[in-house]
């Protein structure tokens, strides 16, 4: 196998894993617009998006990986299909379907913080819903 081979390859692999990284995304706003309609076309949305990922050995941004869950891959909106909480310096989201938890860190403790940023605008979208009915 010559060199020349050996980076074309590279290139036709980062090229397929970018191209991957794009209709990941995509299918997660596609899973955003039509969860309110149709939740399981979502979670079918996030299924088929963590396949890819897999697939292509990706690294998920944490703003996707905050927007589904690992164990059930059901979409994530706060306080419909998950109830988010804060206490004692963590963030604890349990999945309404499934009964997984998850555990972050956040705050001023010691350990990483998580930016609020983090959580998608979901978290405040969902809040400010509640508030206003």
């Not at 020349?4 to 692999?13: A, G, I, P, Y």
Request: hydrophobic share 30%.
């Amino acid at each position: 196998m010559s060199m020349t081979h050996r980076k074309r390859h590279r290139s036709q692999l980062d090229e397929n894993r970018s191209l991957a990284l794009e209709r990941v995304i995509r299918l997660f706003e596609l899973a955003e617009e039509t969860f309110g309609k149709n939740p399981e076309l979502a979670d079918r949305y996030v299924r088929a998006a963590w396949k890819l990922k897999t697939r292509y050995n990706l690294r998920l941004p944490r703003s996707l990986r905050m927007r589904f869950c690992r164990k059930c891959l059901s979409y994530w909106r706060p306080g419909v299909s998950s109830r988010v909480r804060v206490k004692s310096g963590r963030i604890i989201i349990t999945c309404l379907r499934c009964g997984r938890v998850k555990r972050l860190p956040y705050g001023t403790g010691g350990g990483s913080k998580l930016p609020a940023e983090a959580l998608g605008k979901n978290v405040n979208t969902a809040c400010d819903q509640k508030l206003e009915d």
